[in-house]
């Protein structure tokens, strides 16, 4: 496993082909530092022996002590892990620990890659789990890079004026195939050391260019990064771990990008697109029902050091609040549970959640993000859009009079008052605030995606078939198929 230091040591070694606020820079452009951090706290964790079996799980394909984000699930007990993990590791970074995005890339290729041999004889799971073999020894972060600029929305990709609308195979060459597109809101992608591309959505037979999945370095050839870096203001005095962390999504470009064979992991098989998306995005959504909940710890931790800062702890309404993120978060997390014990395994042996429970988990805390900030905000007061700079209370002029007057709760000292304040503002009231907001609407899909997902998988005329029967329309109710349901063992 790589240290913190070897991770961004091979990342300076990169090639420069990302853009910021229209400047070319490297990997160690300052912007990108925040993002950055998130990343080296998944490679330090696994280096700490207390995070052992959490962060770190023993290989399938190798049986070596591996970093769990790039670990494929094989039970129900290792995709419980990989939430807990998840949801810890985020509570360390302040929300988004954002490698998920590449274990959930990785799941879907082993899966699919294997169905497609399957189907069509094809050699790509040999293939993806070479890769995957180098990747684990190597211990990369990848992003993964899925959704396409997409055009008219009510149009498929084959349909749309513009055929780069998705990203497609433009030629195919015995050594590899050209791909051209642009893939856009792609988290980690400079920060990361390999950008995992797998469709969007379900293909037809016209749309056989757009099935296309494959792996290159981030920094490949004729492939650019046009990047936004979301953080916090830097903090000059008051230091903390929150500021030092942050975000950058950006619009992957492929130019013409030449993808060598040993890299693509499908090619044209049009039928297994909507297979292909799902996966990763289920998957992904299950990896919600952990972030999702740190982020629920995290506002509810907020909203009660705030309510001690503003002397308001002993009020029956703040702990009804609180109560309410215990709610949305523990049973979204309870979701991701249910979804791993009611998981089941592939023909690849990855083990893969229960969909149903991955879905309403992860739409759950979509559709309450913006509720949960508004326990924030509602308990905070106005102090958090207009506490004054941090050069404020440094500042010898201004200095005594924000000591005196940021004090609310005697018991408080000043320096801790000013902390809470400031973590205040960067939670509820920064660029990172409204990530967090929109990222939690849309991130893994927006929650009509979720809905999609159930109206597919539930089957609502059992649930008629039950009326009926309560209504003595039908004598009889079969529930034959309900009582043979049950948790696949934790460990095998
Ligand atoms: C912070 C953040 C980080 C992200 N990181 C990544 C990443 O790392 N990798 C990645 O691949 N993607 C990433 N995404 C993209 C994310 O998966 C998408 O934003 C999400 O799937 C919604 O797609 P969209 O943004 O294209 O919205 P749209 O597709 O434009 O959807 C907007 C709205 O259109 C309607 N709509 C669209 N399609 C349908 C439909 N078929 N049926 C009914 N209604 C529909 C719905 O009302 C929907 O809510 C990220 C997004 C955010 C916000």
Redesign the pocket.
Known sequence: MRTPEEYFSDLKKMKKNVYVGGEKVGRDDLRLMPGMNVMKTTFALALNPDWEGVMTAKSSLTGKKINRFTHLPQNPWDLMQKQKMIRLAATRVGG?IQRC?GQDAIVALSIATKEMDEEYGTEYHKRFMAYLRAYQERDLAG??????T?GD?SKRPHEQEDPDAYVHIVEEKSDGIIVRGA???????PVADEIIVVP??ALTEKDRDYAVAFAIPADWERIRLITRPAGLRERKKFKCPYAEMG?A?SVVVFDNAFIPMERVFMCGEWQFGRRLALL??DSHRFSYTGCKAAVSDILCGATALVAEANNIERTSHLREKLSEFVGIGELAYAAGIAAAVYGEETSSGTFFPNLIYSNIGRRLMGENIYHEFNILTEIAGGLAVTLPFEDDFLAEETKKDLEKYIIRNPKISYEDAHRCWRLIENIAASDMAC?YQ??G?????????ET?TLNIEVDYESKKNIAKYLAGINEELDQSKELKTKPVPLEP
């Not at 992003?143 to 396409?148: F, N, V």
């Not at 609407?441 to 995606?449: E, L």
């Open positions: 988004c995005m992003a993964c890079a899925q959704t396409d997409k929305r893939k856009v809101s792609i988290t980690m992608a969007t959505r975000v999504e990763f995005a990530w929109i990222a609407v849309h991130g893994g899909g927006s929650p009509i995606m999609i």
